[in-house]
């Protein structure tokens, strides 16, 4: 590696991280937890390189006003589909920033041991951190959107079950060419219908990127079928929604929100198509964390 210059090139972002640097110092969740709204938001399947990608664009303007630097993180998915990835994450096994570790987490069960555990660590004694969050004292709301939140069938309850309240639809759904509005239209009615005093923890998963996403680029057909490039039109498609989303949860007060992928897929990469295998396109994915503020006029902190 070459010794970094004394001084930025006149070229370089100003104050941001590096693209697919970690988002720096994790704030503490101790204080996050029982003061803030909390907003998990996976964006199932979609890849790091084409986030990436549209970020650095600009065609997804909604999302990367949030993203630290305007760049997403880069990191690697803890399972490579949805079941397990979700099972790891709802147990506290974010995806882990892709370079060499420990990595402090933001929430862990308590575990003696644990090398990941560090002081602004919020820790629960639950099995997973959505019961760790009720205990808490949150309302624990899943929005789903992928099959495995469908709730049709013992294993499509699963992961919904998690949660004291679970909402799923056919127009949730990853057929359904306004999947995410219809999730987003979800959500607002969570919001307003939650006591004022009540902390939230509203989980999405967004199912527009997963497969099929064809019909999200103008032009294509269903015989063409799904690309990178529908893939990154459905992207964009979230991202002209997404606003309404943040304005929901943090419509009350301040919110902690996390927004990352399960996992990537793969488009012909390496031979491989689709996910639920061990490949570079599958196992990168891209991760943000920040605050969103309420609302200047109904602040009452
Ligand atoms: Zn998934």
Redesign the pocket.
Known sequence: MPTPPSTPPPNRAPAGPEPGAPSGVNPDMNEVVGSDDLLFV?L??LRYDVAAELAAAGRIPHLARHLPGGRWEERHAPGN???A??QAMFAGFLPTPAAPGPHERLFAARFAGSESTAPATYVFDTPDLVSGLAAAGYRTVCVGG?G?FNKQGALGGVLPGLFQESHWEPEFGVPSPRSFEAQVECAERVVADLPAERRLFLFV?VSAL?QPNWFHLPGATREAGDSRATHAAALEYVDRHIGRLFAAASRRRRCFAIVC???GTAYGDGGYTG?RLGHEAVWTVPYAHFFLEPPISEEAR
Do not use: I
Request: no cysteine.
């Open positions: 996976t199932d399947t589909f949805t079941y990835s979700h992928v495995f998963n997963h992928s399960d996992h996910h």
